[in-house]
């Protein structure tokens, strides 16, 4: 029972009223709501255990089987069985794809993923990201760039492996989206003068855009435009969903402007920490690239290692490969099971 009481001065006295409510379906109703968000914790915390469990039971065979093609590849195998082996190759990555998406989605559900706060080059990361991602525009005949929009710091408080990720994953994106035209990456420093200035970055395409109803669910996990999407182009719809929770972990935010036919603009902030004395580079495309691969010698074939290896590894068919390649480099092979937890080395040149 609720009871609220007053009072009032009257000619005669002092009236008072009391009023009593029955709360009792109020109490069960909010006893009601309170178990059923625990419910939901709790479900929510299982699947991402089950899906984190699940996804690193699923890595584990992926690998050796990704690694045992690999070692197909290089052995006298017919045209027609190399095509076989490049066919596995190419849709274990997809696989493996996936499965890193779904462990990141369950990391950061779980709160197991911590962001840093480091110096990073934010020119840099961006010619990374061209980099890598140009071999696929290449391929597509697709042109991708950069357009710095007024200066930019030449250092910033951030993840660079998170802001990394979020690039990739959007301009894989609108690479995967784009049959003709063109992708580009724009980048412009926001609110400079305030207390909290912000680093925007643009991701811009010319591909098949997205309908109005369909842009909420965008950014909500394991949702695209709608099902044709995923039968057309694969993929999870978990990338969007990743890069909206660590835009906000980076202090940011995302969004999106798009418009059917028309290409779309994926558009999301950083926060930079703070700039005092910090360098504006005016014209970053000046900075000299750093040194291509290929600039880097490589050692012979016939280098062989002269060496003892320890490998402690739990799944069988891992073990086989480690061994099998390290032995290949010439490499005295010892493998244990990982589940062994005492391991006394006695002889000082095992490594």
Same mark, same amino acid.
């Given at each position: #029972?609720?009871?609220?009481?007053?009072?009032?001065?009257?000619?005669?006295?002092?009236?008072?009223? %009391?009023?009593?409510? @029955?709360?009792?379906?109020?109490?069960?109703?909010?006893?009601?709501?309170?178990?059923?968000?625990?419910?939901?914790?709790?479900?929510n915390?299982?699947?991402?255990?089950? $899906?984190?469990?699940?996804?690193?039971?699923?890595?584990?065979? #992926?690998s050796?089987?990704?690694?045992?093609?690999?070692?197909?590849? /290089?052995? @006298?195998?017919?045209?027609?069985?190399? =095509?076989?082996?490049?066919? &596995?190759?190419?849709?274990?990555?997809?696989? $493996? =794809?996936?499965i890193? @998406?779904?462990?990141? $989605?369950?990391?950061?559900?779980?709160?197991?993923?911590? %962001?840093?706060?480091?110096?990073?080059?934010p020119?840099?990361?961006?010619?990374?990201?061209?980099?890598?991602?140009?071999?696929?525009?290449?391929?597509?005949?697709?042109?991708?760039? +950069?357009?710095?929009?007024?200066?930019?710091?030449?250092? &910033? $408080?951030?993840?660079?492996?998170?802001?990394?990720?979020?690039?990739?994953?959007? %301009?894989?994106?609108?690479?995967?989206?784009?049959?003709?035209?063109?992708?580009? &990456?724009? +980048? /412009?420093?926001k609110?400079?003068?305030?207390?909290?200035?912000?680093?925007?970055?643009?991701?811009?395409?010319?591909? &098949?855009?997205?309908d109005?109803?369909?842009?909420?669910?965008?950014?909500?996990?394991?949702?695209?435009?709608d099902?044709?999407?995923?039968?057309?182009?694969?993929?999870?719809?978990?990338?969007?969903?990743?890069?909206?929770?660590?835009? /906000?972990?980076?202090?940011?935010?995302?969004? +999106? /402007?798009?418009?059917?036919?028309?290409?779309?603009?994926?558009?999301?902030?950083?926060?930079?920490?703070?700039?005092?004395?910090?360098?504006?580079?005016?014209?970053?495309?000046?900075?000299?690239?750093?040194?291509?691969?290929?600039?880097?010698?490589?050692?012979?074939?016939?280098?062989?290692? @002269?060496?003892?290896?320890?490998?402690?590894?739990?799944?069988?068919?891992?073990?086989r490969?480690?061994?099998?390649?390290?032995?290949?480099?010439?490499?005295? +092979?010892?493998?244990?099971?990982?589940?062994?937890?005492?391991?006394t080395?006695?002889?000082?040149h095992?490594?």
């Amino acid at each position: #029972m609720h009871f609220a009481v007053s009072s009032v001065n009257i000619e005669s006295g002092r009236l008072y009223t %009391v009023i009593m409510r @029955d709360v009792t379906e109020q109490k069960e109703t909010e006893k009601l709501i309170h178990s059923q968000k625990d419910r939901l914790a709790a479900i929510n915390k299982a699947k991402s255990e089950f $899906l984190s469990n699940m996804s690193h039971e699923i890595l584990m065979p #992926m690998s050796s089987i990704l690694g045992f093609a690999e070692v197909l590849r /290089e052995t @006298d195998a017919r045209p027609d069985q190399i =095509e076989i082996i490049n066919t &596995i190759s190419r849709n274990g990555t997809i696989l $493996l =794809e996936i499965i890193n @998406d779904i462990l990141d $989605l369950s990391k950061i559900e779980s709160g197991k993923i911590e %962001v840093e706060r480091i110096p990073v080059q934010p020119v840099a990361i961006v010619a990374d990201v061209t980099s890598l991602m140009g071999v696929r525009a290449t391929a597509k005949d697709l042109d991708l760039t +950069v357009d710095y929009r007024g200066p930019v710091p030449a250092s &910033i $408080l951030t993840d660079p492996t998170r802001l990394r990720q979020i690039l990739v994953n959007l %301009v894989g994106n609108a690479i995967k989206f784009t049959e003709s035209g063109s992708v580009s &990456i724009a +980048v /412009e420093l926001k609110n400079a003068t305030d207390h909290d200035p912000v680093l925007q970055f643009e991701v811009i395409d010319t591909g &098949i855009g997205i309908d109005a109803e369909h842009i909420e669910k965008l950014f909500q996990p394991f949702a695209q435009a709608d099902s044709s999407m995923t039968r057309r182009f694969g993929g999870t719809g978990l990338g969007l969903a990743i890069c909206h929770r660590l835009a /906000e972990m980076l202090g940011g935010e995302i969004g +999106v /402007e798009s418009e059917l036919g028309k290409g779309s603009t994926f558009r999301f902030t950083i926060a930079t920490g703070d700039l005092d004395g910090v360098e504006l580079l005016t014209n970053p495309q000046e900075l000299p690239a750093p040194p291509a691969i290929a600039d880097v010698p490589l050692a012979p074939e016939s280098a062989r290692i @002269d060496c003892r290896v320890l490998v402690a590894e739990e799944v069988a068919d891992n073990q086989r490969l480690i061994k099998f390649i390290r032995k290949k480099a010439g490499m005295d +092979v010892t493998v244990v099971d990982i589940t062994v937890v005492d391991i006394t080395v006695t002889n000082r040149h095992l490594v």
